[in-house]
């Protein structure tokens, strides 16, 4: 099958109406048992001094992925690969950007022991926000990042169940109990410590034991055995949040 890559001569790229595109990136991170998501506060109209994701205009000689990256670096100094940086999501509302026609491309990224982040470029200033903030609607972001936020943490918490991601907020080596806590930050529950560690235990593939052991706390006790992500990419059977039984 041969593509023809020729431009048709009476062609006139002017006959369709213009519109841009940007990317809008939902960074997760867990702090003090708290999930977060990094919020930037508008420099720039429209919207200037409401909190925003960070995200902008992809320009025309980049890629999604290249422009995500970028433009998360723009705006919060965090430095992120474009290939940590998944799409989860795509919006295109004609009013949801009052400027022009604009469709966003959403993506998401987890990224364990976060540094500070510093405003840059159209941001004033960044900082990391906890997502019962949010979701309680005593925060009200600019454009549609309210729905591009609620959707990546609907993923954030689907994707716990029958996949591994939740080692992605985790160092490298970990207790049962730090994922564990992983899991309580994201599905806002209170699981029971014996039922997760025979779970996760029993799930092949999910996690890899280390030689080493964790430190004792300051009550003694029998130090932790250390974990490492395993080779799976997906839970059998998968981890059911509380709430749906």
């Excluded at 990042?145 to 609907?154: G, N, T």
């Excluded at 003694?220 to 059977?237: I, V």
Aim: with cysteine; aromatic share 8%; net charge negative.
């Amino acid at each position: 099958m041969t593509v023809d890559s020729e431009t048709p001569s009476d062609y006139d790229p002017h006959a369709f109406p213009p519109f841009a595109v940007t990317v809008d990136i939902v960074v997760m991170t867990i702090i003090e048992n708290d999930l977060r998501v990094l919020l930037i506060r508008r420099a720039v109209p429209p919207f200037r001094d409401s909190w925003a994701l960070p995200g902008g205009f992809v320009r025309p000689d980049e890629d999604l992925d290249t422009a995500a990256a970028r433009e998360l670096a723009e705006e919060t100094s965090i430095s992120q690969e474009p290939g940590h940086l998944e799409q989860f999501g795509t919006y295109g509302h004609p009013d949801r950007d009052p400027r022009m026609r604009v469709v966003s491309v959403g993506y998401w990224a987890i990224v364990p022991d976060l540094p500070a982040p510093k405003g840059g470029s159209d941001a004033a200033y960044a900082e990391l926000v906890p997502v019962a903030e949010l979701e309680s609607g005593r925060i009200r972001l600019a454009f549609d990042h309210d729905r591009i936020v609620a959707d990546a943490i609907a993923r954030a918490r689907s994707s716990l169940e029958d996949t591994t991601i939740a080692t992605h907020f985790c160092p490298p080596e970990f207790t049962i109990s730090d994922l564990r806590r992983v899991y309580d930050a994201v599905w806002d529950s209170k699981l029971d410590p014996g039922n997760f560690q025979r779970k996760v235990k029993q799930t092949v593939g999910f996690l890899k034991p280390l030689k080493q052991t964790a430190r004792s706390g300051d009550k003694g006790g029998r130090p932790a055995g250390l974990w490492t992500t395993g080779p799976a990419e997906t839970l059998s059977p998968p981890l059911t949040r509380p709430d749906k039984g």
